[in-house]
């Protein structure tokens, strides 16, 4: 199975200033067809996972544009460009490159 | 507006079986893949399952495979996970959820099911 590690589990962040979250991937996650699939995902407190970002950088319908991911192979980077005091959550990294899809361990945004 | 509802979450013993479902609307369901996503309390999330749409590709996660089956009824919009061989590591709470089609990825999330696995 791809292991999934993300860094850090925790960051503290003040609002209007940017943040960065980083996941590595065991192996490669560039796809047979040519595209990485790698998504993040963004759990608030007491809610289901929300989609932010899917294939390494395209971001998903409705979601603002302070949040962007970019990557490559086996590492890739989740930033929000100004934090929002309703960015507060876990975010977690995704592959689907292979089966068996695996999370990161999750990465908790606090203000 | 696409939703999915989970329901059948239970407490249960271990050793014993349940089988959870998945209702969905505001899309075709049988034109998408499905899959279980779980949580442990206080954890992180952990795939489990996928079925696509014509329920001839099916994948489990290691930690499942063997004591899951997953499964749908495309005419009742319906998901299915059934589960045997309920171990106390089961506990948490299990997420019907849609796949992004042909991007895999997951977009849309149920508010989830609760099963606890305790004697």
């Known amino acids: 199975d791809i292991v999934m590690t993300q860094t850090p589990i925790s960051s503290p962040v003040t609002p209007g200033q940017p943040a960065s979250i980083s996941c590595r991937s065991s192996?490669?996650?560039?796809?047979?067809?040519?595209?990485?699939?790698l998504s993040w995902l963004q759990q608030r407190p007491g809610q289901p996972p929300r989609l932010l970002i899917y294939?390494?950088?395209k971001r998903f319908s409705g979601v603002p544009d302070r949040f962007s991911g970019s990557g490559v192979g086996t590492d890739f980077t989740l930033e929000i460009s100004r934090v929002e005091a309703e960015d507060v959550g876990v975010y977690y990294c995704?592959?689907?490159?292979?089966?068996?899809?695996?999370f990161g361990q999750g990465t908790k945004v606090e203000i | 507006e696409v939703q999915v509802v989970e329901s059948g979450g239970n407490l249960v013993q271990p050793g014993e079986s349940l089988r959870l479902s998945c209702v969905a609307s505001?899309?075709?369901?049988?034109?998408?893949?499905m899959h279980w996503v779980r949580q442990a309390p206080g954890k992180g999330l952990e795939w489990v399952s996928h079925?696509?749409?014509?329920?001839?590709?099916?994948q489990y996660a290691g930690s499942v495979a063997g004591r899951f089956t997953i499964s749908r009824d495309n005419a009742k919009n319906s998901l299915y996970l059934h589960m045997t061989s309920l171990r106390v590591e089961d506990t948490a709470v299990y997420f019907c959820?849609?796949?992004?089609?042909?991007?895999?990825?997951?977009?849309?999330w149920g508010q989830g099911t609760l099963v606890t696995v305790s004697s």
């Open positions: 079925l696509n749409g014509g329920s001839n590709d099916i």
């Open positions: 959820a849609r796949d992004l089609r042909d991007n895999y990825s997951i977009d849309h």
């Open positions: 294939k390494t950088s």
């Open positions: 995704m592959q689907a490159t292979q089966f068996p899809w695996t």
């Open positions: 192996e490669s996650l560039v796809h047979s067809d040519g595209n990485t699939y």
């Open positions: 505001g899309f075709i369901f049988s034109d998408y893949n």
